[in-house]
Nanobody
Framework: QVQLVESGGGLVQAGGSLRLSCVVS????????MGWFRQAPGKVREFVAY????????AYEDSVKGRVTISRDNAKNTVYLQMNSLKPEDTAVYFC?????????????????????WGRGTQVIVSA
């Protein structure tokens, strides 16, 4: 059983930064494709960022490009989401997700149904 636990959320002023972490149980974390998604109040959950198994490939939703960086430390079984220049519209619950199979295409890794395991989320609130 693979478990994901997010942390690092909180309340921050617009323009501030947060670093989210997601610790993943499982012996083969280094083979997992990882994604971050978010769900704002009253909205559907949406894709934020993706990182492949090695960290050599990353991708971002257009609205966060240049402000957000996804990274991973396979030795620590952890994936990170560094968020800078935060805006009130970034307010949401942020979820990390793991896929046990490689996800190569943008049309694939943006889809929530392609991920096998999910964390419970961490709340991010950005005040104006």
């Amino acid at each position: 059983q693979v478990q994901l636990v997010e942390s690092g959320g909180g309340l921050v002023q617009a323009g501030g930064s947060l670093r989210l972490s997601c610790v993943v149980s499982g012996r083969t974390f280094s083979t997992y494709s990882m994604g971050w998604f978010r769900q704002a109040p009253g909205k559907v959950r949406e894709f934020v960022a993706y990182i492949n198994w090695s960290g050599g490939y990353t991708a971002y939703e257009d609205s966060v490009k240049g402000r957000v960086t996804i990274s991973r430390d396979n030795a620590k079984n952890t994936v990170y989401l560094q968020m800078n220049s935060l805006k009130p519209e970034d307010t949401a619950v942020y979820f990390c997700a793991a896929s046990l199979t490689p996800l190569y295409l943008s049309a694939v890794y943006r889809r929530q149904d392609k991920y096998d395991y999910w964390g419970r989320g961490t709340q991010v609130i950005v005040s104006a």
